[in-house]
């Protein structure tokens, strides 16, 4: 697989977190995704009990964040752990997902966090939301959800959400794909992601600065989802 280099970005627009053209020269398929979780449910949670990478990415921002600053829980899920942790820490947290599912549970079960209904595509410059600015963005396993071509633009957009020197904690699953249909939860699933080197490169050229980095082998609850090589990347938004 050819890494992605300086000139390829170029070539889509995308370079030190600017975007001339954006999501307008992408065509958005999100067909079966939120549904697949909507129906997935609380079942997500318990086929992954364990997500030390999440606590200690969440607990990296709250030692580095005063409290009351905003925190986009971007990809929020049923808001555990990382919208309850954050939100416990006194940050005001705001979450974002596709899936009316998985907002409803993180309402009920984050009540003192805020939450929408929004696709990432939602939030770019000229797009149908406009959330404000945030002093922290995550992105836990969210991006992989995303065709390859779309992830520079979705970095370029989380880029310009957050305040200058803004931190950004992303999570990954190593793999080389891109729009790869998986069995996940007795659903199908579409997902992309990079091996590790390339990861980083995408991310560095979006304009994060990688201040680092950490991966957990990991085996879900569950017979139907092969285990995965999570990574972890502690960023901090570029000048």
């Known amino acids: 697989m050819k890494i992605l280099g300086t000139e390829y970005l170029k070539d889509v627009g995308v370079s030190n977190g600017t975007s001339e053209t954006g999501y307008e020269d992408i065509r958005l ?19 992954f009990p364990h997500k030390d990478g999440q606590l200690v990415a969440g607990e990296w921002l709250i030692g580095r964040l005063p409290a009351g600053s905003r925190v986009l829980d971007l990809g929020c899920g049923t808001g555990l752990p990382t919208a309850r942790q954050l939100t416990d820490a ?3 947290v705001v979450g974002v997902d596709l899936s009316a599912g998985m907002v409803r ?5 984050v009540p003192g966090a805020v939450f929408h209904r929004l696709d990432i595509a939602d939030l770019r410059p000229g797009g149908s939301h406009d959330l404000g600015t945030f002093d922290a963005v995550t992105a836990f396993f ?3 959800m995303l065709p390859r ?3 520079p633009y979705a970095l370029g957009t989380i880029r310009r959400l957050l305040v200058p020197g803004g931190l950004f904690a992303l999570s990954m699953v190593e793999a080389d794909v891109d729009d790869f249909a998986i069995p996940f939860l007795h659903h199908t699933i579409r997902v992309s992601g990079y091996l590790r ?5 995408v991310v560095e050229t979006a304009g994060f600065e990688i201040l680092g980095e950490t991966s ?9 989802v092969p285990p995965e090589e999570q990574i972890f990347l502690h960023c901090e938004r570029g000048g």
């Open 29 to 47: 398929d999100r067909t079966g995704q939120a549904e697949a979780f909507d129906a997935i449910g609380t079942r997500y949670d318990e086929a």
């Open 90 to 92: 006194g940050l005001r």
């Open 105 to 109: 549970l993180a309402r009920e079960y």
């Open 142 to 144: 969210s991006l992989l």
């Open 149 to 151: 071509a779309e992830i």
């Open 197 to 201: 080197d390339e990861l980083l490169q």
């Open 216 to 224: 957990y082998s990991y085996a879900p609850a569950t017979s139907d």
